[in-house]
């Protein structure tokens, strides 16, 4: 257990620059203070003192502002930065290296006994806010971004974000739609890709049905002057910000100009 102590607090060395000095660490962190205890109050479980295990825990939460479960399973090296508002449960367990932030829930959503709160691998990184529900393993070296809900597990070497969390690929080339949407600067954060958000569907619809219309538009006046007939071509209002703000200059000078053109 002591060797596990001298690692937390090296750990707090290793990655919060903040940290000067041994006795600053020991003095002045709830963090590794809320692990200290929980290091006790494990072992305390372990040896059947589960409700001196508890009252010391409660205590802890009092003290840290961090609530930590006395039958959590906790690996090495775990570091808690700031750390108001944590809250591990029961059956949570957490690999080596791991780091969490404030306001981080390793909670459940089942009141059955068993396995209900997540697994987390090693060097996982819970973002601030963040709450990670069920029992789900979250894969070793995974992300998860500051205020995301994860309901189901995360692979190894992945960034999870938004509501409900949804996996980042930043290798995944970018649809029409997205890109247009980026273009007004509609970003539908969070929405996972088997779980619609009536309001981004709605907008994402609009955005092709105009890029369709737009299209058309431009195929019928290439025919028109195949024809003969006269160009018609109009240069409609740029996607950018400025589309966004009526009262922007170049806004009002494009909608003059394209009201002249009519």
Not at 34 to 61: C, D, N, V
Not at 159 to 183: F, H, L, N, Q
């Amino acid at each position: 257990m002591f060797k596990r102590i001298r690692s937390d607090v090296q750990s707090v060395f290793e990655r919060d620059p903040a940290a000067r000095s041994t006795f600053e660490v020991l003095t002045t962190y709830p963090g590794l203070h809320a692990i200290l205890f929980y290091r006790l109050t494990h072992w305390l479980w372990g040896k059947g003192l589960k409700w001196l295990a508890r009252f010391i825990s409660g205590f802890a939460r009092w003290f840290t502002g961090i609530e930590i479960h006395p039958a959590a399973k906790i690996g090495e090296r775990f570091f808690i930065d700031h750390g108001m508002g944590i809250v591990i449960g029961e059956t949570a367990e957490i690999g080596d290296d791991c780091t969490l932030y404030q306001g981080v829930t390793l909670g459940g959503v089942s009141a059955s006994e068993g396995k209900r709160h997540p697994t987390l691998g090693n060097r996982v990184v819970v973002g601030a806010g963040a709450k990670v529900l069920g029992p789900f393993t979250v894969g070793d070296d995974a992300r998860i971004g500051s205020n995301a809900v994860v309901l189901k597990s995360v692979p190894a070497n992945r960034t999870v974000v938004g509501i409900p969390g949804r996996v980042v690929d930043p290798d995944r080339k970018k649809s029409r739609r997205e890109k247009m949407a980026e273009k007004i600067g509609f970003d539908a954060y969070g929405v996972s890709q088997d779980v619609q958000d009536p309001i981004e569907k709605a907008i994402f619809s609009l955005l092709d049905h105009v890029q369709s219309q737009d299209e058309q538009l431009e195929k019928l006046n290439q025919a028109v002057k195949q024809l003969g007939g006269s160009d018609s071509h109009v240069d409609l209002p740029s996607l950018e910000d400025a589309v966004l703000e009526p009262d922007n200059p170049e806004y009002q000078a494009h909608i003059k100009k394209v009201d002249t053109n009519r």
